[in-house]
């Protein structure tokens, strides 16, 4: 990893004797401890063991070890990396192409299919349809410089483009307004000399595209057609316990059979209504 980043980004300016960026330091991070951690975000974000309907992501995934040890552990969805220097995303490929070759020698090395490497900045990179989300900030800086500050950068780029309940982790540092810190846990990391604190957290605001393609009001609208159509078989049913003249013009066996399916229709509505409710709320 240290050769191949010689060729770009950090290399570049400790060649000449300059401070890199604090966007261009980077490390590595224990894959037991990462493992560990993608479990407790997975267990906020209400995921099970079975996660191949929902997709990851290692933002700053460097030669993608996360990315590529996440994929044969894990059933997921899709797994991604996202890296923003140009030398360390091409071993990647190289990684993820070895292990493609490898597996069909081996069928099944890979329990996620789908994985997948880009070069690019959280800034650019689509993170629309992510449930879970790491990022390992471990060599960061934690004095706030306004604007230019990288975890300032970062949570600004994840409230925009990640949708509402995501799953975010981040190393030493956290997220700022619109995630909510559910869990912080010590790891093994030897990398840094002993511990590593993870920090878990949830989306709580919804994203820029679920915004504008009007998903909210979507999710809204839902819930009061639905309350709507409940309080209309809610009138319907008593105007025919208290004998409405409709009711009076059909033999009693129609009667009563009709009472019994607004019954269940009502019970029907009611479940639908909860479940709805639980969709908006997460």
Known sequence: RNAASRTDGYWAFVAKGEEPPEALV????????????IEVACSYAGIGHDRTQYHMADLGSGTGRLVLWCAVNQH?????????????????????GSARASESLSPGIFRTPEVSFECASWDDANLNNLD???????????????????????????????????????????LGDGFKLVESMDGTNEFVGGISTAHVHVKESYGDWELNQGQVAHNQGE????????QQHSQQHSEQQQGSP?????????????????????????????????????
């Open 26 to 37: 980077y490390g590595e991070y224990p894959l037991d401890t990462f493992l560990k951690n």
């Open 76 to 96: 997921w969805g899709s797994c991604r990396g996202i890296e923003l220097l140009p030398g360390l995303h091409k071993v990647a490929e190289e990684k993820l």
């Open 132 to 174: 879970v989300v790491f990022a390992y900030t471990t060599c960061l800086s934690e004095m706030v410089t306004g604007d230019d500050n990288v975890m300032v950068d970062l949570t600004n780029s994840l409230n925009k483009r990640l949708r509402k309940g995501a799953v975010v982790i981040t190393t030493e540092y956290q």
């Open 223 to 230: 819930v009061a057609h639905s309350q709507q159509h409940s």
């Open 246 to 282: 409709m009711s009076t013009m059909v033999p009693k066996e129609e009667y009563d059979r009709v009472v019994a399916e607004l019954h269940r229709t009502q019970e029907e509505l009611e479940g639908a209504k909860g479940f709805i409710r639980s969709v908006v709320a997460g």
